[in-house]
């Protein structure tokens, strides 16, 4: 299993199931050029994670690894005896939780048929192997050339008092990508929390600054938006 998972990156750190970057959007040198004014200190970001050096895909920065290209991790592996002292015993079967952050235009059921059929196909002989799929989401990318995109621009210049960049974010929110296709309507996502606030951990904190914030910015979104001016 650690083999078979192993040989799921390249040594460039890319994905080796066949056409898993098939349908991956390449964006511009203008579009990454834009997304890096965004302030970011590598330093500061590996200080924060406890790290000494970052890893991931050959040609990409960090924000750009985390954000306009999809990965594949492994979450969880186990199997044998775990338990205290030492048994020498086999294992006959061993886990692994794998999951695969895409981005828009793959299709997270498409993936998960292309990742089944490759993981079944390296397995060596007298391997038996079951992939169980969990769940997926779409990806989704807010167009920057709306109304209400340049809505939200305009209030968060009034409540900020400087010109917001536009990022890409490896967050999953699926129901975003629903809503356009159920509804044909567009989501714009206004952002309010820090890196720091430690989303969806034990001590995960909202500052009041930024809350407030919130609670200006949101107002000026609707009059820019209705006023359309």
């Not at 349908?23 to 590598?42: G, T």
């Not at 769940?135 to 807010?142: A, C, L, N, R, S």
Request: charged share 25%; proline share 6%; hydrophobic share 35%.
């Amino acid at each position: 299993l650690t083999k078979m998972i192993a040989s799921l990156h390249d040594e460039n750190n890319r994905v080796t199931i066949p056409h898993f970057y098939d349908k991956v959007e390449e964006l511009s040198q203008a579009e990454r050029d834009e997304m890096a004014k965004a302030p970011f200190s590598l330093e500061a970001y590996k200080k924060a994670l406890d790290i000494d050096e970052v890893y991931g895909e050959k040609g990409y920065t960090t924000t750009e690894r985390a954000s306009i290209r999809p990965t594949l991790d492994v979450n969880g592996i186990w199997g044998g005896y775990t338990g205290q002292g030492a048994k020498t015993v086999i294992p006959s079967k061993a886990y692994a939780k794998i999951s695969m952050r895409l981005v828009p235009n793959q299709d997270n059921r498409e993936i998960t048929e292309l990742f089944t059929k490759h993981f079944e196909s390296i397995a060596p002989a007298g391997v038996r192997v079951k992939v169980t799929p969990h769940h997926g989401g779409q990806g989704y990318v807010t167009p920057t050339d709306t109304p209400a995109y340049q809505a939200a621009v305009k209030a968060c210049k009034e409540s900020f008092g400087k010109e917001p960049i536009p990022v890409r974010s490896g967050g999953s929110i699926p129901i975003v990508a629903l809503f356009e296709e159920e509804l044909g309507s567009k989501s714009i996502l206004l952002g309010f929390g820090l890196d720091s606030d430690a989303i969806h951990s034990p001590n995960e904190h909202y500052g009041i600054f930024n809350f407030l914030k919130g609670i200006e910015t949101i107002p000026w979104f609707y009059h820019y938006f209705v006023n359309n001016k």
